[in-house]
């Protein structure tokens, strides 16, 4: 049994509609609580109960957990401009009631959402509902961070508000999230399979290389599709709990809207932000894992030694190298990479710190950084206009940053690999390479055939 601690939400709600009164202008209530030890993916999975958008974020140490039902408030552009998310974002807060007696940030109001892979890509067909930048702070946000568990529930009071008849829905809308003993899971079966023209994908590999052979540009990641439907809708929480499960070392998410959802286990990080110390990531070149421990060995030492792997990586160690030091100081990158092993593959991995310049955030950390070589190439520009007009797959958030951030911009984004849109029966998996000059078609095929399996397995293929 789950006891909170008492919190009058109904005289805090009246206290903020007195503010909106004021002010004449809503005004954003998050209230916190400490809560005892709840599972996230059944918090997660409860919320199916109550039909609202969630979301969910695992930190890829798994230190930081958040599950988050339904939308608060919104904040949205679709031309995908990050002032503008944070310019809304700052409004808000101004204009705010705040009870949050616990010195841990990432219990308060917090944003989650994403930023499109190509902001001049149009969301059509399969991304429909996902366009522009979208982020939006759930109404109850289940947080858990280290052993601590919170409970932050959000709500808009207006001037016209009938507070009494809002908290009494807020009170039995929590009731019901918290008191579930066994959230249910359904397993997922798939039952078809269909990779998106390979042999169109391996032809655009080859004439990315050709293009690199004649030094118009050095490295293109190409990206491809993988479709499977299942017998009956796809149960996320169950996906979402196989990746907890089994993909260590990887940010798991989930964005879910309108019965779509975008879900993944992603090694890499784009960018983190705490106090202005901030943390990226250069995730590039891949190998398998061995099947024992002296070939697994062997494999990773053949990567670390690899000049066309190690080449994919340098490129994004120079940018992102570049962007970092634009916004920030005191700038720590190794000169070599090392080993970031992962269930099914392990890739070249170099960490980046350095210290945020005053007047920087992290979302102008995420604008600066996005995209990186590992996901669209280099020369940036070049890269992006090969994929736009070639890569046959809508990208949509794939690729894309996804994450969250505090009241004060403290947050982290990842990158949105190893993902898939799951919507009801079917569901899209992506995958890409990074090709550069030595880039054998069949190769990158197999390669990216491997980054599918972490999500096809979580999605229950058929063995
Ligand atoms: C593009 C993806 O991954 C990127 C490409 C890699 C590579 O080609 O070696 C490795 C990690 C990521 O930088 C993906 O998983 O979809
Ligand atoms: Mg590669």
Request: with cysteine; aromatic share 10%; proline share 4%.
């Amino acid at each position: 049994m789950i006891e909170t601690k008492e919190i009058n939400i109904d005289g805090v709600l009246q206290a903020a509609q007195k503010q909106s009164i004021d002010k004449s202008a809503p005004t954003f209530v998050s209230v916190t609580e400490k809560i005892d030890k709840m599972n996230a993916i059944d918090f997660f999975q409860s919320g199916k109960v109550l039909g609202k958008n969630r979301i969910y974020w695992s930190s890829s140490d798994q230190q930081t957990i958040f599950a988050g039902i339904g939308d608060a408030v919104i904040l949205a552009d679709s031309n995908a401009s990050y002032n503008t998310i944070k310019n809304k974002w700052k409004k808000w807060m101004q204009n705010s009631k705040i009870v949050n007696p616990y010195d841990n940030t990432r219990s308060g109001p917090i944003a989650f959402g994403g930023f499109p892979f190509d902001s001049e890509e149009p969301a059509e067909e399969l991304w429909r509902g996902f366009d522009g930048s979208q982020f939006r702070v759930p109404t109850f946000l289940l947080t858990i961070d280290h052993s601590d568990v919170y409970l932050t529930t959000t709500v808009l009071v207006e001037e016209e508000s009938h507070v009494d008849q809002l908290a009494a829905e807020l009170i039995t809308e929590k009731h019901q999230l918290l008191h579930v003993t066994h959230a249910e899971f359904q397993d997922n079966q798939i039952v078809l399979k269909h990779e998106v023209d390979p042999e169109a994908w391996k032809t655009l590999v080859e004439r990315a290389t050709e293009k690199i052979a004649a030094n118009q540009v050095d490295k293109i990641v190409l990206a491809r599709e993988l479709q499977v439907e299942f017998d009956q809708p796809c149960d996320v929480g169950q996906v979402l709990s196989q990746l907890q499960q089994t993909q260590q070392h990887s940010y798991v998410f989930a964005w879910e809207k309108d019965g779509v959802c975008f879900v993944g286990a992603t090694p890499e990080r784009l960018v983190k932000v705490n106090d202005q110390k901030v943390f990226s990531a250069c995730i590039a070149g891949t190998a398998p894992r061995g099947k024992t421990v002296e070939q697994d060995y062997e494999f990773g030492q053949q990567l670390l030694c690899d000049q066309k792997n190690r080449e994919e990586h340098q490129f994004v160690v120079d940018m992102i190298k570049q962007a970092v030091h634009s916004l920030a100081k005191s700038v720590h990158i190794p000169d070599e990479p090392v080993l970031y092993p992962l269930k099914n593959l392990q890739h070249l991995y170099t960490p980046v710190e350095a210290e945020l310049e005053e007047g920087y955030t992290l979302l102008d950390a995420v604008e600066k950084l996005h995209p990186t070589p590992a996901l669209c190439g280099f020369p940036r520009e070049t890269a992006l206009d090969f994929i736009r007009h070639f890569e046959k797959l809508e990208r949509g958030w794939y690729g894309a940053p996804i994450g969250w951030f505090d009241q004060h911009f403290n947050g982290e984004f990842a990158v949105a690999i190893r993902s898939a849109l799951i919507n009801e029966e079917k569901a899209s998996l992506f995958a890409g390479c990074g090709v550069v000059k030595d880039s054998d078609p069949e190769i990158e095929y197999q390669e990216t055939a491997i980054k599918f399996t972490p999500m096809l397995h979580a999605l229950g293929e058929l063995k």
